[in-house]
């Protein structure tokens, strides 16, 4: 209503006073044998799993706890841990948040539980991203190498190939729209930080190094300019479309064959398949367009991690909790066939039942093949910055203006650029562009 | 000291008119104390949750507002800092000026419709008054999440009802959710959602209208038209000037609207469309949240302002005629 939803700070009060009670309420009991732990994730079926553990484990008793998905997760998680209480013991973190908590100092370093021992059982980039020097903050969970699923009947009736690079991509994209007006080779969500990143990610950027609270920032750097120049161009040309995703319209172009191409993350293949089930058989995978054709690079979109948070009363069982899910043999292979995601452990990525399987809405292709590929082609030197959620923010309006036509393309990197590195010293981190 | 001796004389007859009470407080002065002890005892369920839920919050936000917590290095005391910030944030100013254009044209047709609606109720026109009565103020029955919603799917472009009629039709959809339409749909569903409680309002305030002025109008021959034009409307105009006070205020303060179909059109609703929804972006993405209390208590003002000017404004015409 909308002479109600003001006083947002009283809001937020009450929230704190109520996480504060819910607080008091858990925990406890660790006196006695049993040690109960909360855990907070908005994995479907994650239950199953998670009896798996308690079987495993009869002495630990896991409450389970979806706190919502992203976003709304996160703002819970910070409320409870500046409160100083009723924070989870171990938490679902997706890796370009993992900063944003353990900066201030809200994650409990799992090195001392040896988690490093089981460091070689990981895709490299997925272990640096949870990980500062000998220090480990999570354990990774999942992950979204990146590619190109696309419509093999919309290019061969309009005889356009696969691109292998962006500039190939860009001319198929111009011919197809010349071809048929309605049909876009794909869909620009401008409002999806996360992707962009990736595709930044992928032509070489590097937008944040962080040390301590030395903060250095590139945002303004050739390889984002590069990205957001080619991107904004072929949206001004009209040949590519720009709606938001995951809204109603961009599933039903995805199903219409509005959009001939999805640049998307390991997981979208499932994804898309419960999305456009009417197109099946006429899907197929590709690996990511580069840019120049003797690279061989792709990047990462989405994944998860498992934390234990600093307010736990029980890290040790808690890291337990967090490495056997994350690690053992039975959960992290119910993950791949029961819950599709893209797994981060090597003794899945290099199972050949795993690569092998078959996929009918692509046509029969083995989908993930492309994408484990993809896998030992991300960058290990990545990082994100410690307020990954201002710089998300920023790039959505920004790129929202230059949508607009307010702002040029050419002008988000430097305003982009400006934007953060103040923001950054504003909240107490020595900032620097590089 | 000549003030006080002044006063002294004028206060005795003031406090004359009230020798009852004083006399029968001095037969029992122990039951006085219990009795000026038990409205309070009434009244404090009451006052402790408004202290509890408004005035401790408001307070605290106050607080904070003049604090500046860093997620480096911890807080520090900037007083009125923010504020100066808030009013010169072209964020801020940007979300403030577009709800004014919003106020400007949305109010006024929301009010149109809420009179013209009432009139034609009270002035015995309509068939079945009860039932048109329910079925306008059924959308202010429908939780402001929901009607956004199903409105955010009306306005879709391929997926809406509307979208895929103009294009069976063989014209463009028209982009509801677009960067130039956007207000207009909003204003649209703000509309829809309360121009049946208005009209509620400005009926109850028309049933209070005496009778017998209509009949003097009738004997003295005017139409239906003059009677609502010249009897009607100016009786019922603090009605009026209520609804709107009530509308200026919702309007500054819109927030579950966009918000809700920011997922649909996140390119045209950023992160400081309106005012409030600023004040969120602010405490809850940005972590700023001292910088968000400051920045809603300044909506309070501009709030207070706006309300204040208007009230000012028309009082000042009323007592022109």
């Not at chain 1, 973190?93 to 100092?105: A, D, N, R, V």
């Not at chain 2, 006399?23 to 000026?36: C, Q, S, V």
Request: aromatic content about 12%.
């Amino acid at each position: 209503m909308r002479f109600r939803s003001r006083r947002l700070p009283a809001l937020a009060l009450a929230g704190v006073l109520l996480l504060v009670l819910v607080g008091c309420s858990g925990g406890g009991g660790s006196g006695s044998k049993t040690v109960t732990l909360t855990l907070w994730s908005w994995l479907p079926n994650f239950q199953d799993e998670v009896t798996l553990f308690q079987k495993a484990h009869p002495n630990i008793k896991v409450r389970l706890v979806n706190a919502g998905q992203g976003t709304p997760q996160y703002t819970k998680l910070r409320t409870a841990l500046k409160a100083g209480s009723g924070a989870p013991d171990v938490v679902q973190i997706e890796f370009q948040y993992l900063p944003t908590f353990s900066t201030p100092g809200y994650l409990v370093d799992l090195a001392q539980y040896g988690a490093n021992d089981i460091k070689g059982q990981y895709a490299d980039w997925t272990w640096s991203q949870v990980s500062q020097g000998g220090k480990v903050y999570a354990i990774p969970w999942d992950s979204g190498p990146m590619g190109l699923l696309y419509r093999k009947d919309i290019l061969d009736r309009y005889k356009l190939q696969v691109p292998t690079t962006w500039q190939q991509f860009a001319e198929q994209a111009r011919k197809l729209h010349q071809a048929n007006p309605k049909l876009y080779l794909t869909d620009m969500p401008l409002n999806e930080p996360g992707m962009l990143i990736g595709l930044m990610w992928q032509a070489g950027a590097r937008p944040f190094a962080v040390s301590g609270t030395n903060v250095t920032i590139s945002m303004n750097s050739p390889a984002v300019i590069k990205v957001l120049d080619f991107w904004g161009g072929l949206i001004k040309e009209g040949v590519v479309a720009s709606q938001p995703d995951f809204t109603n319209d961009w599933y039903a172009g995805l199903s219409k064959g509005t959009y001939a191409s999805w640049v998307t993350a390991a997981w979208g293949p499932v994804f898309l398949q419960g999305q456009a089930a009417n197109t099946s058989g006429k899907w197929r995978a590709a690996p990511m367009p580069q840019w120049s054709a003797t690279d061989n690079a792709s990047a990462n979109w989405g994944g998860s991690t498992l934390a234990v948070t600093k307010q736990s009363k029980h890290p040790k069982e808690a890291a337990q909790l967090a490495m056997w899910l994350m690690n053992d043999q039975a959960p992290t292979k119910t993950y791949v066939t029961k819950q599709f995601l893209f797994p981060t452990q090597r003794p899945i990525l290099d199972s050949d039942w795993f690569a092998e399987q078959p996929y009918a809405f692509y046509g029969g292709q083995k989908v993930n093949q492309v994408f484990i590929e993809a896998s030992k082609h991300v960058a290990t030197d990545f990082q994100w910055s410690p307020f990954q959620d201002y710089v998300f923010s920023q790039m959505t309006d920004l790129l929202g203006q230059a949508s607009q036509g307010k702002l040029g393309f050419g002008d988000v990197p430097r305003k982009l650029q400006d934007n953060l590195v103040s923001y950054a010293n504003s909240q107490g981190f020595k900032a620097a562009g590089a | 000291m000549r003030a006080g001796t002044d006063r002294a004389p004028t206060a005795a007859p003031a406090a004359g008119p009230r020798p009852a009470v004083g006399a029968r407080a001095g037969l029992a002065p122990r039951r006085a104390g219990r009795r000026t002890a038990v409205p309070y005892l009434f009244l404090a369920p009451f006052l402790l949750l408004f202290c509890a839920f408004l005035v401790v919050p408001l307070a605290y936000a106050l607080g904070i507002s003049m604090f500046v917590e860093r997620l480096i290095g911890g807080g520090t005391f900037v007083g009125a800092r923010n504020y100066l910030h808030a009013f010169t944030d072209p964020s801020f100013l940007e979300a403030v000026r577009r709800m004014a254009l919003f106020g400007v044209v949305q109010v006024p047709v929301m009010l149109g419709l809420a009179l013209l609606l009432a009139l034609l109720l009270d002035g015995g026109l309509a068939y079945a008054r009860r039932l048109f009565r329910l079925t306008f103020f059924l959308p202010y029955a429908v939780p402001s999440v929901v009607a956004a919603l199903m409105w955010g799917y009306v306005y879709s472009r391929d997926f809406g009802p509307l979208g895929q009629i103009a294009q069976w039709l063989g014209f463009g959809a028209p982009d509801f959710l677009g960067a130039k339409a956007m207000l207009g749909a909003l204003g649209n569903v703000v509309t829809w959602e309360y121009t049946g409680y208005n009209m509620l309002i400005l009926y109850a305030a028309l049933q209070s209208v005496p009778p017998e002025l209509y009949d003097a109008a009738a004997v003295d021959g005017a139409s239906r038209w003059q009677v609502a034009w010249r009897i009607k409307v100016p009786l019922i105009a603090p009605a009026l000037v209520l609804a709107s006070v009530f509308s200026i205020i919702g309007t500054l303060q819109l927030f579950n609207e966009p918000y809700v179909m920011q997922p649909l059109t996140p390119m045209v609703i950023g992160s400081h469309y309106t005012p409030n929804l600023y004040a969120y972006t602010l405490a809850f993405t940005n972590q700023q949240y001292n910088y968000s209390a400051a920045v809603s208590f300044a909506l309070g003002a501009v709030v207070f302002i706006a309300s204040y000017l208007f009230l000012f404004v028309t009082d000042r015409r009323r007592r022109a005629r």
